[in-house]
């Protein structure tokens, strides 16, 4: 009993070391970061962030970020949905064969849809827009609804769908009003996977915009890059990268487990 | 539960063909296109069948990144399955401590990617950063900048700090599902801990161990951000995985023809693994009933 406990808190000191360090030089002055080793800030200072929150070019980073996961948790729900539903409750000419195809996209390095991508949306003038971004994500975003949708789908009994049709509800009603109810904790942790695999995704979000739409952690790369290193604002926008996911994941706590195995426990 | 036979049912689905049409067929089948062409602008190409794929496959280069990719995924899976079991195993199970563990190993999973690299970056130099300094502190030389070792340690250990918490969550839940009785009866029966765990505990983990060795292999087989942050590919080529190599070739060189040639043997190797992945744990379980 004893070592599992150890076990356990020197795996979560483990995962806040890092985490803390990065706060630590937050709060930091460049000055202090690079001339002494202190495990905490000597000059508090917020700076860092001021730096961020008054910079358009630095917060609209993280807006143009927070709309394009938005746009892309919004379509991928919408589309899964219904399709998720057919997978759970029927038997269709290629079935199988389909949902096979739609999880080998999950598995396609997005190195690949790199050039094509850029091609792509440059052609029909989408380049450079959020939407481009969310469709992209589309990509690894809708076959993992549809799996973990299936997932949650299935357990609801089938006995609820046939009353409900007996009963004279048409198909979108029974859908909208019965069924979407019954299956909202699925919907919240598939929300919460859209949200997480389009935050985090900087490769495609990077190649497909420029300036408008530029997401946060690309705005990062590059000014660090062009400004020598500043540290403590690297440092800053880090931390502030990992407000939204924490809240969202405050938010789904009690799912967690369940969607982690996606809703196939 | 038994499914009805219903070929209506593919209207339900035609929104996300049509969608993943878009965003995946129309993309790789212009991959297929450049694959076999020279290209040097929009009128002037040429059909080269093969032998973008002949240049590939035989570059040397390229076979090392595939050689440092395959030690690095197999590393990372023999790492961090393991370790995400135990630490499922060590969570406490319910109530207020299980939430809060759960957020706290769910946190690095929310962390965009370059991010997890500049976090790394600033814990793991040997002048600024946390971990750098107590390495030395231990005797060891040690910069991630300079010493491949050093670098491929890091990109290890970040990694294993980045995905475990997802094992680790996937595992924790299939525990959750095994029945109270399934203990008692063990309880009853003498079982050490160890006979608990091998024989209901880990057979029961099948379906959730599956869905981690597959995610995780594809992931890190996919890996471009992280290491791209932290050690830019270097010291050298040491740290540069296929990803990075194929986005020097698309879009740092704009070697069109080649780059595609890589990019469909880069999946090809992806879906082959996963298949043998998927196919041998199937196997496994299949084994006789405990």
């Known amino acids: 009993m004893k070592a599992r406990h150890l076990l356990l808190i020197g795996y979560v000191i483990f995962l806040m070391l890092p985490l803390y360090w990065l706060l630590n030089m937050s709060f930091k002055t460049n000055e202090e970061i690079l001339g002494a080793f202190t495990l905490f800030p000597n000059e508090f200072t917020l700076d860092n962030y001021r730096v961020i929150l008054t910079d358009p070019s630095w917060y609209m980073g993280y807006v143009n970020s927070i709309i394009y996961v938005t746009l892309n948790t919004v379509i991928s729900l919408a589309v899964a949905l219904p399709a998720a539903y057919a997978f759970s409750r029927y038997t269709f000419v290629g079935d199988k064969h389909l949902f096979f195809w739609l999880l080998t996209n999950r598995m396609a390095p997005p190195a690949v849809f790199l050039l094509p991508f850029f091609q792509l949306y440059s052609s029909i003038g989408l380049f450079d827009t959020h939407i481009a971004v969310a469709l992209a994500h589309c990509l690894f975003n809708v076959p993992l609804s549809v799996w973990i949708l299936e997932g949650f789908m299935s357990g609801v009994p089938k006995e609820i769908d046939e009353t409900a049709f007996l009963d004279g509800y048409s198909f979108p009603r029974f859908f909208l009003t019965i069924f979407i109810p019954l299956i909202r904790s699925g919907i919240g942790v598939t929300a919460f996977f859209c949200f997480m695999f389009s935050w985090v995704e900087l490769l495609l979000a990077r190649t497909l915009t420029s300036v408008n739409a530029k997401p946060i952690a690309a705005i990062m790369t590059r000014t660090v890059s062009a400004s020598g290193m500043d540290w403590g604002v690297l440092a800053a926008a880090g931390a502030l990268t990992i407000v939204p996911g924490a809240l969202v994941i405050w938010f789904v706590r009690n799912h967690l487990a369940k969607g982690f195995a996606l809703g196939r426990v | ?290």
Request: hydrophobic fraction near 55%; charged fraction near 10%.
């Open chain 2, 1 to 290: 539960m038994t499914k009805t036979q219903n070929n209506r049912a593919w209207f339900l689905v035609l929104p996300v063909v049509v969608l993943v049409a878009f965003s995946a067929i129309v993309p790789l089948m212009t991959v297929v296109n450049y694959s076999v062409q020279d290209i040097f602008d929009i009128e002037n190409r040429v059909f080269v069948g093969s032998e973008w794929y002949r240049e590939i496959l035989l570059d040397d280069g390229l076979q090392k990144a595939l050689l440092r990719q395959l030690v690095f995924s197999f590393a990372i899976l023999l790492i961090e399955i393991p370790l995400g079991i135990a630490v499922a195993l060590a969570m406490p199970s319910r109530g207020r401590w299980a939430s809060l563990t759960l957020v706290v190993l769910a946190l690095p999973l929310l962390i965009p990617w370059n991010v997890v690299g500049t976090i790394w970056q600033i814990f793991g130099r040997a002048d600024i950063g946390l971990g750098g300094v107590l390495v030395t502190m231990l005797g060891i030389d040690y910069n991630y900048a300079v010493n491949p070792f050093d670098a491929w340690a890091t990109v290890l250990v970040m990694d294993v700090w980045h995905w475990t918490s997802l094992v680790a969550l996937l595992c924790f839940s299939g525990l959750r599902a095994i029945p109270d009785a399934y203990f008692q009866a063990a309880r009853i029966d003498g079982a050490s801990n160890w006979a608990v765990f091998r024989h209901i505990q880990l057979p029961k983990l099948k379906n959730v161990l599956l869905i981690a060795v597959l995610l995780r292999f594809m992931d890190s087989f996919m890996i471009y951000s992280e290491p791209f942050v932290l050690t830019g590919g270097g010291p050298g080529n040491s740290t540069t995985f296929l990803s990075q190599t194929l986005a020097r070739l698309a879009v740092g060189q704009f070697d069109l023809g080649p780059a595609a040639a890589f990019s469909l043997i880069y999946f090809l190797i992806i879906l082959l693994f996963c298949w043998l992945f998927y196919t041998t744990m199937m196997q496994l379980g299949r084994g006789p009933r405990v």
